[in-house]
């Protein structure tokens, strides 16, 4: 049984719960960060020190943090080959884009545009900051979208979870109210992924809790 703290709003759960749910792994999780608090107890720091969710336990194992450390956790003990192959020379496609996703589309989009529509009150908004920030977003995008032109995948012909590195923010990007060029691939790709149970059940999820208004 794994255990999961962390509130189904954040983007991180996210990741991780979709991971769960493709895995087809049994879990139990915990409301934690934001609203619920509960992440800053020493209970908590001594799991993760950041302060940060989310956090799994495997079992009576070592909690762990970092979601992608979590993810390839999650990949080697319980993904098949195709998901996270073995060979290394197959796997790292699979790493580099899961890495490419986390640090480039996730921090331009997170707190740079979803923060500031969602979780700034519309009084307080800075229009040019957000198009700055959409335009900075673009340039990583077009990036995905030439990749997602050749492969079916973020890493190729199979999903792993370089997609859901990339494709767990796509929900809110293409739910909030901003500018979209026209991505064609990334909205096919974006479509198939609409029809998996995972990503409709942990992903698509009302962010409504974490909207500031005035
Ligand atoms: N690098 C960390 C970042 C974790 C993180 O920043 N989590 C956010 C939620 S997405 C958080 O804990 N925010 C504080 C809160 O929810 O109270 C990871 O990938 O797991």
Not at 27 to 35: A, L, S
Not at 135 to 159: D, M, T
Request: charged residues 20%.
């Amino acid at each position: 049984m794994l255990t999961v703290w962390g509130r189904k709003t954040s983007s991180n759960v996210q990741a991780l719960m979709w991971c769960i749910g493709e895995l087809g792994l049994e879990y139990e999780r915990h409301d934690v960060g934001h609203r619920y608090g509960g992440n800053d107890t020493p209970e908590f720091l001594a799991m993760n020190p950041n302060g940060t969710v989310p956090v799994l336990q495997d079992g009576i194992g070592e909690p762990i943090w970092e979601t992608g450390a979590i993810l390839r956790y999650l990949a080697a003990r319980y993904g098949t080959p195709e998901f996270w192959p073995s060979d290394p020379a197959l796997r790292v496609p699979v790493d580099q884009w899961a890495e490419w996703a986390k640090i480039n589309v996730t921090l331009s989009f997170t707190g740079p545009v979803f923060w500031r529509v969602v979780r700034t009150a519309p009084s307080k908004r800075d229009p040019s900051a957000i198009e700055a920030a959409l335009a900075k977003l673009n340039g990583v995008l077009a990036i995905a979208e030439a990749q997602l032109g050749r492969h079916a995948f973020l890493a190729g012909a199979a999903f792993t979870p370089a997609d859901i590195q990339f494709g767990h923010v796509l929900y809110r990007y293409f739910d909030i109210e901003i500018v979209r060029p026209a991505w064609p691939n990334i909205e096919r790709y974006y479509q198939a992924l609409t029809q998996r149970g995972a990503f409709r059940e942990h992903v698509m999820v009302s962010y409504e809790e974490l909207r500031v208004v005035d």
